[in-house]
């Protein structure tokens, strides 16, 4: 499956973008997909993920009550919406696929990545 990541872009602190991942090649709602960011000279860092087949969402605390993903079946996506942005959550922001469940919060454990969409939240 590959994978295509948009929506990036400048927001104000308090701000709001929404993400989109597109899928091509597979029906996008058989895989578990998680979002990552990174920043210049850090590790990729966990977001949240929705579950293969499911509408089960996790989140990292960091994010929790601010972002929220969901499938767009008809589309083949997963959004991540972004509410509430603070200058830290400046990143490069990725979207990664796998078939199963397990060890969803580990980047290693993902078969499938898009190429990331610049987040910049400005103070």
């Known amino acids: 499956v590959q994978l295509q990541a948009s929506g990036g872009g400048l927001v104000q602190a308090g701000g709001s973008l929404r993400l989109s991942c597109a899928a091509s090649g597979r029906t996008f709602s058989s895989y578990t997909v998680g979002w990552f960011r990174q920043c210049p000279g850090k590790e990729r860092e966990f977001v949240g993920t929705i579950i293969r087949g499911t509408d089960i969402t996790t989140y990292a605390d960091s994010v929790k009550g601010r972002f929220t993903i969901s499938r767009d079946n008809n589309k083949n996506t997963v959004n991540l919406q972004m509410n509430s942005l603070k200058p830290e959550d400046t990143a490069v922001y990725y979207c990664?696929?796998?078939?199963?469940?397990?060890?969803?919060?580990?980047?290693?454990?993902?078969?499938?990545w898009g190429q990331g969409t610049q987040v910049t939240v400005s103070s």
């Open positions: 990664a696929a796998k078939m199963g469940y397990s060890g969803v919060t580990t980047p290693g454990s993902y078969d499938y």
